[in-house]
């Protein structure tokens, strides 16, 4: 009874590996034979047990023999399947592979044959039932089984080897706890259940199925301490719900048992009866939360004693990552951030700066080898614009087949994280295995991918940060020693001053005069002054009166933005009739209108008035508003330009059908160097400081902007000028 009990023990301990096994996210070819392989033993020790327990019928317990027959060389075949496909998939030829099911067909038709490895059943009251085994038959099964066996141990050997040459502590543990169970389990059972038998001796069959213990066993402790297959969290879940079954079947079934004991033996059912039950019952339905939510933290406890809080980790992060600014730091402190929660044997992180020069940094209690740091930069040199952004070496399918999953293996990598910022990649992560043995399971991948965007992000500030930083050292410099040329010679000073003064004035009036010039020779030109023009010669002239025109503006566009920063931007105020001035500034740009194929018409108010105002730069405005109209309209539009006195102050507006502005960049309009969008693409060459300065002058006479626009429709420019206003002193706009 006690064999039959531990046999059906170990079987119920095999399939519910298997169903943990099963539950992968990432289901593998490993993952199935190790659960076929699983099963297998489970219902090898079942029929080991039953075939015990049969008293009277020899077909039956023939039949049982076969099928564990059966079910053990199915063992055989599950264990170096899974030798074949974990850690990774060998390399095997398709005919070779074929040839491993023949051979397992052989063994199951030796087992099933009616003339096959099973001859004569005895039965001798239960446990002392035996088996006469045809010893041809018989032999050719030992034969497969011990060679199949023995190649899978082979290659789980080879396997095991591999990893400790490459150092991945991780993987050779879990080979080795495997290795460990499965020849122990192998090797007992093989005595028991293959060899004795094989001699005669078939009394001690029943020792073989408790050592099967020890396979699940050695597996269930790889998954729970050494991470394999990642199935810790289903492991640990599993755990959890069952335990709290178990503890609130156990101790409510002894309330119950207890309480019909106490008061309700021997008697019938009464309201008081059942009152007492419906109490048992609220009472189960609000304990049974609290119980589950013990379980959750002693398992997780158990299962995770290393383990870290996700969302205070990424926060220390994010902290690091905004606040610091200094890339060793930076960096140091987040790998540091990152080792505390991971454990990892090594993290290895290589940055490029803008000038192409490599930084590397390195945190955990290993650091790379030579021929670990020479793969790692052969990779970030080579491979990384064909690798995916993070990569699990583990993984087969996201790396490509061409070598190099296995160049990156040889560096005893298990991760690799790109540092990429808007598709430009900037470096790479290299992390070595956990130093637990763990692999990275699914929070690891999202604490790393996390981390990795943040802080390639971080790392590129980081080198901008640095060359602002050695550009502001450097100008530091230079500016003292300039300043220090410059008190040791104030002469020399005043010399500068001078010069600089007469190149101001030679860039507003020397330079200005020829521009001039060119722009009324071109004018007269086009207008035939001096003879026939044909369209090519008038196109040619229309460009070049056009860029001429531009000279001018930039020039005085710099000009007035250098005056205003240093204090000599003056305002003077003169009786002018705006009016004249508009006109006048209407009738220069109408050849530039006709260039561009638009009507510019001014309505005139019918009286005549004059304002104190600074005649030159008011100018400049509405020739800015004006010029701004023709160069963002559509061909063949027209442009209005108006002026009327309404109470006292004078309006003018500059209309036109173009661009428009859109409405999220209004506001920003105004501001200095600033520019719409659509105005960039329609007109690459604009200062942006047209406006910045039509909106300081309007203002210094106490008038305000008139602006109204809608994308695609067109825009209305202008301003208010206050009429009856006494002349303002001279003063510095600013």
């Not at 010669?537 to 056009?546: I, P, T, V």
């Amino acid at each position: 009874m006690l064999i039959s009990a531990i046999s059906f023990g170990v079987a119920i301990m095999n399939f519910s590996l298997a169903g943990i096994v099963l539950t992968a996210r990432k289901r593998r070819p490993a993952h199935v034979w190790a659960a076929i392989l699983a099963i297998s033993v489970g219902f090898w020790a079942i029929g080991i047990a039953l075939f015990l327990n049969v008293e009277n019928s020899e077909a039956l317990a023939a039949g049982i023999v076969r099928c564990y027959y059966v079910i053990a060389a199915t063992i055989a075949l599950a264990l170096i399947e899974l030798a074949l496909f974990f850690p990774r998939p060998q390399t095997i030829n398709k005919l070779t592979h074929t040839s491993l099911f023949i051979g397992y067909g052989v063994a199951v038709l030796a087992s099933l044959h009616p003339e096959g490895l099973v001859g004569a059943v005895h039965l001798q009251n239960g446990m002392g039932n035996t088996v006469e085994l045809q010893p041809y038959w018989y032999g050719i099964y030992v034969l497969y089984f011990l060679e199949y066996t023995l190649i899978a141990l082979g290659i789980f050997a080879t396997s095991y080897f591999e990893a400790r040459a490459r150092h991945q502590s991780q993987l050779h543990r879990q080979l080795r706890t495997m290795l460990i169970g499965i020849v122990l389990a192998l090797g007992f059972g093989s005595l028991f259940n293959l060899i004795l038998p094989f001699i005669g001796n078939y009394e001690l069959i029943w020792a073989g199925p408790p050592f099967a213990l020890l396979f699940v066993a050695a597996l269930f402790y790889a998954i729970i301490r050494q991470g394999l297959f990642d199935l810790r969290a289903t492991f640990a879940r599993s755990s959890a719900y069952g335990l709290t079954l178990l503890t609130v079947a156990l101790f409510y079934g002894t309330i119950i048992l207890g309480a019909t004991k106490l008061f309700f033996e021997g008697q019938t059912v009464t309201t008081l009866y059942a009152a007492v039950f419906v109490v048992i019952a609220l009472v189960l339905s609000l304990t049974y939360a609290p119980i589950k939510r013990f379980f959750d933290r002693l398992t997780h406890r158990m299962f995770y004693r290393d383990d870290y809080d996700l969302g205070d980790t990424l926060t220390r992060l994010s902290t690091i990552t905004s606040g610091e600014m200094e890339l060793r730091r930076l960096v140091g402190q987040s790998l540091a951030v990152l080792e505390q929660a991971l454990s990892s044997e090594y993290l290895t992180v290589y940055a490029t700066d803008n000038d192409g020069k490599l930084h590397q940094f390195n945190a955990g209690p290993k650091r790379p080898t030579p021929h670990q740091r020479k793969v790692q930069l052969d990779v970030v040199a080579n491979l990384l614009n064909r690798l995916p952004r993070v990569i699990d070496v583990r993984e087969m399918s996201e790396v490509n087949a061409d070598g190099t999953q296995q160049l990156i293996e040889t560096g005893h990598t298990s991760m690799v994280l790109q540092l990429v910022v808007q598709q430009e990649r900037i470096g790479a992560i290299f992390i070595g295995d956990k130093q637990s043995g763990r692999t990275y399971d699914d929070k690891d991948m999202q604490l790393l991918s996390t981390m990795a965007d943040e802080l390639a992000l971080a790392i590129q500030n980081s080198f901008r940060f640095s060359e602002i930083q050695h550009f502001n050292e450097t100008l530091k410099e230079r500016v003292n020693a300039a300043t220090l040329r410059l008190r040791k010679t104030n002469r020399e000073l005043q010399r500068l001053d001078e010069a600089k003064d007469q190149f101001v004035s030679i860039a507003s009036h020397q330079l200005r005069t020829p521009l001039t010039s060119i722009k009324g020779y071109v004018s007269m030109v086009l207008e035939g002054d001096a003879g026939k023009v044909t369209d090519t010669q008038r196109y040619l002239l229309g460009e070049a009166f056009e860029s001429s025109e531009r000279m001018v503006r930039l020039i005085a566009d710099f000009l007035s933005v250098s005056r205003l920063q240093t204090g000599k931007f003056i305002l003077d105020q003169q009786k002018t009739d705006l009016d004249e001035v508009i006109r006048h500034e209407v009738a220069s740009l109408q050849e530039m209108a006709k260039i561009h194929n638009l009507r510019l018409v001014y309505d005139a108010p019918k009286s005549h008035k004059k304002l104190f105002i600074d005649e030159a730069k008011v100018r400049q405005v509405i020739m800015n508003f004006i010029d701004n109209a023709i160069y963002y309209s559509r061909a063949g539009g027209r442009i209005d330009v108006s002026l009327a006195y309404e109470g006292d102050q004078a309006i003018l507006r500059v209309h036109d059908e173009g661009i428009g502005v859109p409405a999220a960049e209004q506001e920003k309009l105004f501001g200095k160097f600033y520019r719409a969008s659509n105005a960039r693409k329609q007109r690459p060459d604009g200062t942006g400081v047209g406006l910045f300065l039509a909106k300081k002058v309007i203002s210094s006479h106490d008038g305000a902007i008139i602006f109204e626009s809608k994308e695609g429709e067109g825009s209305t420019f202008g301003f208010t000028l206050p009429l009856h206003q006494a002349p303002i002193d001279k003063r510095t706009i600013s």
